[in-house]
């Protein structure tokens, strides 16, 4: 497998086990309190907590299935080539985002 989808792989596992342990830990540490921290002068709630940690647990979850799916890709002979238009996706950008799927003229708005 290519070495930036190898990494890219292996931080969004890192990734997803450290959000889960925290998201592990707010609910337990709540379960544990009988606070109301809906008025809690410190700032943000322990739902407001729950609930971020949850988006980006889930955002990395989608994020794996991306990066699964450019594996696939590579092991098919397809990693590189837009999925829209077939064209070359130019190094820079897979450098960049070595899960991504189509090529930045197919990301404009105005078809070419």
Same mark, same amino acid.
């Given at each position: 497998?290519?070495? *930036? %989808?190898?990494?890219?792989?292996?931080?969004?596992?890192?990734?997803?086990?450290? %959000?889960?342990? &925290?998201?592990?830990?707010?609910?337990?540490?709540?379960? @544990?309190?009988?606070?109301?921290?809906?008025?809690?002068?410190?700032?943000?709630?322990? +739902?407001?907590?729950?609930? &971020?940690?949850? +988006? *980006? @647990?889930?955002?990395?979850?989608?994020? @794996?299935?991306?990066?699964?799916?450019?594996?696939? !890709?590579? *092991?098919?002979?397809?990693?590189? !080539?837009?999925?829209?238009?077939?064209?070359?996706?130019? $190094?820079?950008? @897979?450098?960049? %985002? $070595?899960?991504?799927?189509?090529?930045?003229?197919?990301?404009? $708005?105005?078809?070419?």
């Amino acid at each position: 497998m290519d070495g *930036l %989808l190898n990494a890219e792989r292996a931080n969004t596992m890192h990734r997803i086990a450290s %959000l889960t342990r &925290q998201f592990d830990v707010i609910v337990e540490s709540s379960a @544990l309190t009988i606070n109301d921290d809906e008025h809690d002068p410190e700032g943000a709630t322990v +739902a407001f907590e729950r609930a &971020q940690v949850s +988006a *980006l @647990l889930a955002d990395a979850k989608k994020h @794996l299935v991306t990066v699964d799916r450019a594996v696939e !890709r590579f *092991l098919d002979g397809g990693y590189g !080539r837009c999925t829209r238009c077939g064209q070359a996706i130019a $190094p820079e950008r @897979l450098a960049a %985002l $070595p899960a991504v799927e189509i090529c930045i003229g197919c990301t404009s $708005p105005v078809q070419r």
